[in-house]
């Protein structure tokens, strides 16, 4: 549709169907999503353009690169960003970054994801970029595409209806401008997509629950043309200093001079001044060379959760709902996983194929990925630089030696912050009333390694195939019925499966069905899936695993949220319906339903 910039109130659309406040990467992901899948929505922001100097997230993960593939956006953000994947991939901690005494203390290969060529679990590897890149990317994308509104220097300070015993759609959402203007719009859904100070959870009378950490940080925006060619190290992404005096990270913001530290461990209650922060980077760094201040930026890490991700046709995704620590690259990267899981069941609903489990699902499967990579992040944030200081670090001789040895192996805690791959792809959908649970033994928790399961509930395993195919490229924006050609007999796998393809046309559920050859070394898939096929939901994971075209056709039906696995309890959807309007859904529920699923 268009981009408003500073529109007056009469620009403002007074009734949209979708309307999601917030337009940071969560936001606009959620509406190009949206629209992906043909359903409009309309964004509201008070940032009218976009600062270069707040980097705050820096790490685009596999699984986020592999969802901007999806919408056609991962090679704009890889050609957009100032450090490619090629220059470094490593994080190395260190005693300080030039002269004699910067050594290297531990050194964290293929740091979150960066592997140059061909990645191998997802599509897509990794990227580091500077968060304003990355929205500039989305905000252009946004700018091109028909079916976003993106009204910006306005933001949502209320919803009206969200809570209270006449609580329900549609909403009427009240926006303003910076002189005060007011403007309301009626919506039929809102996706509070508008931080961590969130106008859409407080309208739902829900607060963030958690705790914060002892003691802050602070990030330093700065150029340096000496800095580089001082630095005794080999190239890394991210430079950990553990000094005597002070501790943190530094890291190349691109390859024309801008850096970016984050200094760990400082006082809340003491001002820093752009003195005070060259002097630290100074410090950090072990020269007297060229530094510019150009931001700094304190905080603190926290470890927040919303009790609930919404009500009613009302949602929280991103900072709204949860705020983690930083460390690991992952609170923006779950931001974006929100929006996924939440994109494609919204749209199946205004679209009139979900049914009423679909939509209650989106909480109950993005709340525990949010807990568990909280509570990774808060380890990973108990083990500081600063908690490695040792002054006999710096030192020559036997004593130095031993000093660095042992911190070597204290290192070793760090790993899961960098090499977090179980994290990032393990984490699944397992209890969710939408996926239909095998009873199989699935892999245990793990944020280091990843062991790459077609359980129900679990992502897709990735594989290439002939022609460096991804198997990916094989998925529908519906479901798609992948079958391993090798147990088809011969036969069409839409032969094969035409139950399912029948059960969708009836119920309206949008469905393809394919053969899989096997992966390009020759393995073929239903040993990587445990079953002869899978039935692959639009985000990517699966939702049943087997053999039966008949058991398949049924768990189409769970998985689009219309029946229920007797495997797993009522959804919150049910719980909440009356007696009386159970069975009046009755006849439709049933006419949806093709079996039980045993």
């Known amino acids: 549709m268009s981009t408003l910039h500073n529109a007056s109130a009469a620009d403002i659309p007074g009734e949209v169907q979708v309307l999601i406040a917030g337009g940071g ?19 509201v922001e008070p940032r009218t353009s976009v600062d270069p ?23 704009a953000l890889r050609d957009a960003s100032p450090l490619p994947v090629e220059y470094a991939q490593d994080v190395i901690f260190c005693t300080g970054l030039t002269g004699p005494a910067a050594h290297q203390l531990r050194r964290f290969r293929n740091a979150f994801q960066l592997v140059p060529g061909r990645y191998g ?32 220097g306005w933001s949502v300070t209320d919803v009206l209806g969200a809570a209270g015993p006449d609580a329900g759609a549609p909403y009427a959402v009240v926006v303003t401008d910076a002189a005060g203007a007011l403007r309301t719009i009626a919506a039929t859904y809102v996706v509070g997509a508008d931080g961590g100070s969130s106008a859409v ?32 190290l080999d190239p890394a992404v991210q430079y950990w200093v553990v000094g005597s005096q002070t501790s943190g990270m530094v890291g190349p913001m691109d390859l024309d001079g801008t850096w970016w530290a984050i200094v760990q461990g400082v006082d809340p209650s003491v001002a820093v001044g752009m003195e005070d922060a060259a002097l630290m980077v100074r410090s950090l760094v072990g020269a007297d060379v060229d530094i510019d201040v150009v931001a700094t930026d304190p905080w603190t890490a926290r470890m927040l959760l919303a009790p609930e991700y919404g009500r009613g046709n009302i949602f929280l995704v991103g900072d709204a709902a949860h705020l983690n620590p930083p460390w690991g ?29 679909l939509l209650a699902s989106y909480g109950a499967e993005r709340r525990p990925v949010a807990a568990r990579t909280i509570r990774d992040a808060a380890e990973n944030g108990k083990a500081l630089a600063y908690h490695f200081a040792d002054p006999d670090l710096g030192f020559a001789g036997p004593t130095g030696e031993a000093a660095r040895q042992a911190a070597y192996q204290a290192l070793a805690v760090k790993q899961s912050e960098f090499d977090s791959l179980g994290l990032v792809l393990g ?60 147990s088809l007999g011969g036969a069409p796998a839409d032969e094969v499966f035409a139950p399912v393809l029948a059960a969708g046309a009836r119920q309206g559920i949008p469905v393809t069905v394919a053969a899989v050859g096997p992966s390009d070394d020759g393995t073929h898939l239903s040993q990587v899936w445990g079953a002869n096929a899978v039935l692959v939901r639009p985000d990517q994971h699966v939702a049943w695993r087997g053999s039966s ?50």
């Open 121 to 152: 679990p997802q599509p897509e590897c990794g990227q580091q970029v500077p968060q304003p890149v990355l929205e500039e990317v989305l905000r252009a994308a946004v700018a091109g595409n028909p079916l976003v509104t993106f009204v910006t």
């Open 53 to 75: 100097t707040r980097p705050r997230a820096k790490t685009t993960n596999a699984r986020t690169m592999t969802h901007l593939r999806r919408l056609g956006l991962a090679g």
């Open 201 to 232: 959870r407080r309208s739902l009378g829900l607060r963030l629950e958690g705790g914060s950490a002892e003691l802050s940080n602070i990030s330093i925006l700065f150029r340096s043309q000496s800095l580089a060619s001082a630095i005794a």
């Open 329 to 357: 690259g992952h609170g923006f990267n779950t931001c974006i996983g929100d929006a996924a899981n939440l994109a494609w069941k919204l749209a199946a609903t205004i679209k009139g194929w979900a049914g009423p489990g």
């Open 427 to 486: 984490y699944d959908y397992g209890g969710s009333p939408v996926v239909v649970p095998d009873g199989l033994p699935r892999p245990e928790e793990d944020p280091i390694h990843y062991v790459p399961s077609a359980n129900p509930g679990a992502l897709l395993p990735h594989a290439w195939l002939a022609d460096s195919v991804s198997l990916y490229s094989l998925l529908s924006n519906g479901f798609t019925l992948l079958a391993d050609s090798g």
């Open 25 to 43: 990467p969560s936001g606009l992901f959620l509406a190009l999503d949206l629209a992906s899948r043909g359903v409009a929505s309309t964004v």
């Open 549 to 598: 075209a008949a058991k398949a056709a049924a768990a189409l039906s769970v998985a689009a949220g219309w029946a229920r696995s007797p495997l797993v309890g009522p959804s919150a959807a049910e719980q909440a319906a009356s007696p009386e309007t159970a069975a009046s859904s009755e006849t439709t529920r049933s006419a949806r339903v093709d079996a039980v699923i045993p």
